[in-house]
């Protein structure tokens, strides 16, 4: 998920306005961040379950998603001319 993002958001920087590309940071700084959490379960294993970091993983997915929802809304739709 995270190469898509950042490679998404390098390629198409300079379609979308400010606000846009604040939050298509964002959602690339959290995926990355998630990702650290991921690598640092399975470099540094602990004797029982990591639970601290398996929800901030899961904290960041949530916050991952309604940034990204919010990122969406503000995407102009010019496919659908009946759109609101």
Same mark, same amino acid.
């Given at each position: 998920?995270?190469?898509?993002? *950042? ?11 400010? =606000?846009? !590309?604040?939050?298509? *940071? ?7 961040? !998630? ?33 990204a929802g919010v ?10 001319? =009946?759109?609101?």
């Open positions: 998920m995270t190469v898509p993002a *950042v490679y998404g958001t390098w390629v198409f920087w300079s379609d979308f306005g400010n =606000t846009y !590309q604040a939050l298509s *940071v964002v959602i690339c700084l959290v995926l990355l961040a !998630q990702l650290g959490l991921t690598v640092s379960i399975g470099v540094r294993p602990a004797p029982d379950v990591p639970w601290l970091r398996l929800g901030l993983i899961a904290l960041a997915f949530l916050f991952a998603c309604g940034v990122h969406e809304g503000l995407r102009p739709r010019k496919w659908c001319t =009946t759109c609101p």
